[in-house]
């Protein structure tokens, strides 16, 4: 997008904050969406960092394409929960290939895998996800119309055995919006992933489930909202679910401003978030994009059936590599709980909310409770958010029970509370920086 294009697009773009946003579905979408797929991290080691986030949340590694299987390009090792897939990739040295007379590319499991550009992601960004995956009716279709429509390609579509089609178009920095079709049903609960993954055995990582269950949202940092959100909107027609402003959720010291994109049924939510200027503090965001070195996904929230299940299993293995907690808010806002929430959550409940460190909001429609790790990483960029929503239930055309998308919102009453957190914690970093000299 030219700068003139961009000039263009940021005058027209106006937020309006959480207070006089109107939400409404115009079932824009530009081609048949399904669901988010699975997310894909590149690393240095996939070994070793699907191992970690096998433990830490209770995710069975399932599925594998490495050396084992007969790839000499990359290994991938697959985890999932419930309807929740992580992919966790990382390059072989291409010599290895070639010692074997094939291209280094040949045995690849995913096509769309390049040496170069994963090695050159990993030193840019550290660990990161390279790929939000969405199933759609038609990968192919989906790319056609994407690029039709202003989306820049990343990679053709490609068929893969006869079951499996893909292909990417870039969503923001170097992710790439991957999109998948299938020709066999219920991939899902068939165990299907893609050709040359074969099974792991199950002891090979940890059986204990933790109730995680799904992808909720996948939320992208930019450096400027206007044109990431109209180039989105573009080549999906995904519509503005919600936004909310540095008024909305900021602190005295930083804030940010974001806009939430969704598919028809509002079940793939993609928001992103901008940093703001002139505060007491950097923005978070801001901080996010000089550490990733650019635009790129910032936290994945994953819906827990029982989040005070999944939170006392992870809190357990915190400290022996598992992952850690933001700090908790103080006890007044417990003890302002019950005022809030109190016709949903139990005193019980809402004990076990403080115990846990757990934050509570709730919209017109629903509750949501939710609590943040620190970054998984180390750098301070790419974090995970553990949600459990409560209320909109609805029945579909056959009389089946669901949760409405986006049900009870994106814990803008909790931004300050998490926001306080996370410049607390950007201030242990920086305690031990060498200062300027005094002057004399």
């Not at 579905?25 to 690393?43: A, L, Y």
């Amino acid at each position: 997008m030219g700068d003139e294009q961009n000039d263009a697009v940021s005058s027209e773009f106006k937020l309006v904050g959480f207070a006089n946003f109107v939400r409404t579905n115009p079932k824009s979408d530009k081609f048949k969406v399904k669901r988010f797929d699975h997310i894909e991290f590149w690393c240095g080691d996939a070994t070793n960092s699907a191992r970690r986030f096998s433990w830490g949340l209770g995710m069975p590694i399932i599925a594998k394409s490495d050396l084992s299987t007969g790839n000499l390009t990359h290994a991938s090792y697959l985890l999932r929960s419930g309807d929740l897939r992580f992919l966790f990739t990382a390059p072989y040295s291409p010599t290895i290939a070639a010692s074997q007379n094939v291209s280094h590319t040949a045995t690849a499991s995913i096509p769309t895998f390049d040496h170069d550009a994963c090695r050159a992601f990993s030193n840019t960004h550290g660990l990161a996800v390279r790929a939000v995956a969405i199933e759609v009716e038609d990968a192919r279709v989906a790319f056609e119309t994407s690029v039709a429509n202003g989306a820049r390609p990343s990679s053709s579509p490609i068929e893969l055995d006869g079951r499996v089609i893909l292909s990417e178009v870039q969503l923001y920095g170097d992710v790439v919006l991957r999109y998948v079709s299938y020709k066999c049903g219920d991939h899902l609960s068939s165990g299907v992933f893609l050709p040359g993954f074969e099974p792991m055995d199950e002891a090979s990582s940890y059986p204990v489930d933790y109730g995680i269950r799904r992808l909720d949202h996948a939320v992208g940092n930019v450096a400027e909202l206007g044109p990431a959100v109209s180039y989105v909107k573009g080549f999906t027609g995904f519509h503005e679910f919600a936004e909310f402003t540095a008024e909305d959720v900021g602190t005295s010291e930083s804030g940010l401003n974001s806009i939430v994109l969704a598919n028809n049924d509002e079940m793939v939510l993609l928001p992103m978030n901008e940093p703001v200027y002139g505060t007491k503090r950097k923005s978070q965001i801001q901080t996010y994009l000089e550490h990733n070195e650019g635009p790129g996904l910032q936290h994945l929230a994953l819906v827990s059936e029982d989040i005070f299940r999944t939170l006392r299993e992870m809190r357990k293995r915190s400290a022996v590599g598992g992952f850690e907690f933001m700090p908790s808010p103080p006890p007044t806002y417990y003890k302002n709980l019950k005022k809030r929430v109190g016709d949903v959550l139990s005193d019980e409940q809402i004990k076990e909310c403080e115990e846990l460190g757990i934050l509570v909001d709730r919209d017109d429609q629903g509750t949501l409770l939710q609590i943040f790790t620190k970054p998984v990483g180390d750098r301070p960029t790419i974090f995970i958010e553990i949600i459990q929503r409560i209320g909109c239930m609805l029945k579909d055309e056959e009389g089946k029970l669901y949760q409405k998308g986006g049900c009870g919102g994106f814990g803008k009453g909790n931004f300050s509370e998490l926001f306080k957190s996370i410049e607390e914690y950007e201030k242990t970093l920086g305690a031990k920086r060498v200062s300027e000299p005094a002057a004399a």
